[in-house]
């Protein structure tokens, strides 16, 4: 096991209010920052968003993560953040990321929505597991259908 390598999981309601327009555009901002400072920060890992709810995956020295992931849950960009996992892990499954992305438009952010519908929006019951597998299969697969993914340098 890499000595200190944890992944963070966690979900979250956006709070960002206006167009589809004004959405994307914060999105656009979060991801640009994200992958700036994951890059800095060795942390790797990926974001989903389906309209009403983020999902994120965030690996890493546990330390960066925990700096990280106080600074995100500042953000008035999203509020009611619940943690589904924090643990140690033996490798990273992300590696390629700084931050992944999957949008509301695709099949992933559907599934994850039929996810939280299934579990009657009740976190309790949703397990951070199947949102990982859900988040590293979607970008695998769309990376191998050449979409237009930013990894890291
Ligand atoms: C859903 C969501 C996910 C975010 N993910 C990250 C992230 O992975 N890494 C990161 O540095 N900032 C992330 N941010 C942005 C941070 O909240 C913060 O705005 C950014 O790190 C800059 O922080 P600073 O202004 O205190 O320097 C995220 C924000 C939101 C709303």
């Not at 942390?43 to 989903?48: E, F, R, S, V, W």
């Not at 509020?79 to 949008?103: N, T």
């Not at 009657?120 to 695998?140: A, N, P, T």
Request: hydrophobic letters at 40%; aromatic letters at 10%.
């Amino acid at each position: 096991m890499t000595q200190n390598l944890y992944r963070l999981i966690y979900l979250s309601q956006n709070t960002i209010l206006g167009s589809n327009e004004n959405v994307h555009k914060e999105i656009e901002q979060i991801l640009t920052i994200s992958r700036q400072r994951n890059a800095a920060s060795g942390i790797t890992g990926a974001l989903m968003f389906n309209q009403e709810c983020f999902a994120q995956v965030l690996e890493g020295m546990h330390d960066d993560i925990q700096e990280t992931f106080e600074r995100i849950q500042c953000d008035p960009r999203h509020g009611d953040v619940v943690v589904l996992d924090f643990e140690p892990v033996d490798a990273r499954r992300f590696s390629q990321w700084s931050m992944g992305y999957i949008g509301y438009d695709t099949l992933a952010s559907k599934e994850f929505t039929q996810i939280q519908l299934a579990t009657g929006f009740d976190v309790k019951q949703l397990s951070g597991e199947r949102i990982y597998d859900l988040l590293h299969v979607h970008l695998y697969a769309a990376e191998k259908a050449g979409s237009n993914l930013e990894k890291i340098a």
